[in-house]
């Protein structure tokens, strides 16, 4: 019961980390310390634990009472990038608050211009989120492509919501969300490729270690035959490797 009850602990705070981030990812990266503690205080954590929190946010470039340096964790062609991308849209036309709003209005009425300059208005946007997402395995050039692509696409959505004032938030959301789906997937695929990377060595390792033995090059079955990996493994690892394995029969 009791390791039960410890591992449904960890799960519970794993799900109220991810909640803190999406949260502060709405702030602009920004927490106030009082949302942290009462996000927490279900699970009734030691000073410690909180203190180890805290350190995670500010690891995650996230804010806690105070606004963080959002291109801190940008890397030098990065931040040539930003800057090239936001000298692209300067020239476009600025929007007054009320001329936003007049153009929420004909966007939700339909209007196909009003729309194509919504689109304009939130590029500086999309910049200002992908910032957000700085360093967490995705470049920021990437970022905002794929941000982007959200926001046209967003546009053709905002039917959906019931009512101009909400188109702004609508559009944060789409765009955040499919960076966020870019992230999961950058990182699942990076998670799949390491894996990938050790099944190769791990094959040449054995490879070579029987080659040795038999003072020549193996085959697949015979590799097959003294290790545990199985004969689909080994051709797949040879491909994978682009048939550099040199101790195997052709593996180069």
Same mark, same amino acid.
């Given at each position: 019961?009791?390791?039960?009850?410890? %591992?449904?602990?960890? +799960?519970?705070?794993?799900?109220?980390?991810?909640?803190? +981030?999406?949260?502060?990812?709405?702030?602009?990266?920004?927490?106030?310390?009082?949302?942290?503690?009462?996000?927490?205080?279900?699970?009734?954590?030691?000073?410690?634990?909180?203190?180890?929190?805290?350190?995670?946010?500010?690891?995650?470039? %996230? !804010?806690?009472?105070?606004?963080?340096?959002?291109?801190?964790?940008?890397?030098?062609?990065?931040?040539?990038?930003?800057?090239?991308?936001?000298a692209s849209i300067a020239a476009m036309p600025k929007r007054s608050a009320q001329e936003k709003e007049a153009l929420h209005i004909r966007a939700h009425a339909g209007e196909e211009a009003a729309r194509k300059d919504l689109i304009e208005v939130y590029l500086e946007t999309v910049a200002d989120i992908a910032r957000l997402y700085a360093?967490?395995?995705?470049?920021?050039?990437?970022? %905002?492509?794929? !941000?982007?692509?959200?926001?046209?696409?967003?546009?053709?959505?905002?039917?959906?919501?019931?009512?101009?004032?909400?188109?702004?938030?609508?559009?944060?959301?789409?765009?955040?969300?499919?960076?966020?789906?870019?992230?999961?997937?950058?990182?699942?695929?990076?998670? +799949?490729?390491?894996?990938?990377?050790?099944?190769?060595?791990?094959?040449?390792? +054995?490879?070579?270690?029987?080659?040795?033995?038999?003072?020549?090059?193996?085959?697949?079955?015979?590799?097959?035959?003294?290790?545990?990996?199985?004969?689909?493994?080994?051709?797949?690892?040879?491909? %994978?490797? !682009?048939?550099?394995?040199?101790?195997?029969?052709?593996?180069?």
């Amino acid at each position: 019961m009791a390791d039960t009850e410890r %591992i449904l602990k960890e +799960k519970r705070f794993a799900a109220l980390l991810e909640e803190l +981030k999406r949260l502060a990812r709405e702030q602009g990266n920004t927490l106030e310390s009082s949302q942290v503690e009462a996000l927490f205080e279900e699970l009734h954590l030691s000073s410690d634990q909180m203190t180890h929190v805290f350190q995670y946010l500010k690891a995650a470039h %996230i !804010g806690v009472d105070e606004a963080p340096d959002l291109d801190a964790a940008l890397t030098q062609d990065e931040t040539d990038y930003l800057n090239d991308y936001l000298a692209s849209i300067a020239a476009m036309p600025k929007r007054s608050a009320q001329e936003k709003e007049a153009l929420h209005i004909r966007a939700h009425a339909g209007e196909e211009a009003a729309r194509k300059d919504l689109i304009e208005v939130y590029l500086e946007t999309v910049a200002d989120i992908a910032r957000l997402y700085a360093d967490q395995g995705v470049y920021l050039e990437d970022l %905002i492509g794929q !941000g982007n692509v959200a926001l046209t696409h967003g546009v053709t959505m905002i039917d959906a919501v019931e009512h101009p004032s909400e188109i702004e938030g609508f559009l944060v959301k789409y765009i955040m969300d499919a960076m966020e789906t870019l992230i999961a997937e950058t990182l699942q695929e990076k998670a +799949k490729d390491t894996k990938a990377l050790k099944k190769v060595n791990e094959v040449a390792e +054995k490879a070579q270690e029987l080659a040795q033995d038999l003072r020549r090059k193996v085959t697949v079955a015979e590799l097959a035959q003294e290790t545990e990996f199985s004969e689909e493994e080994i051709r797949e690892a040879m491909r %994978i490797s !682009g048939y550099q394995i040199e101790d195997i029969e052709g593996g180069h």
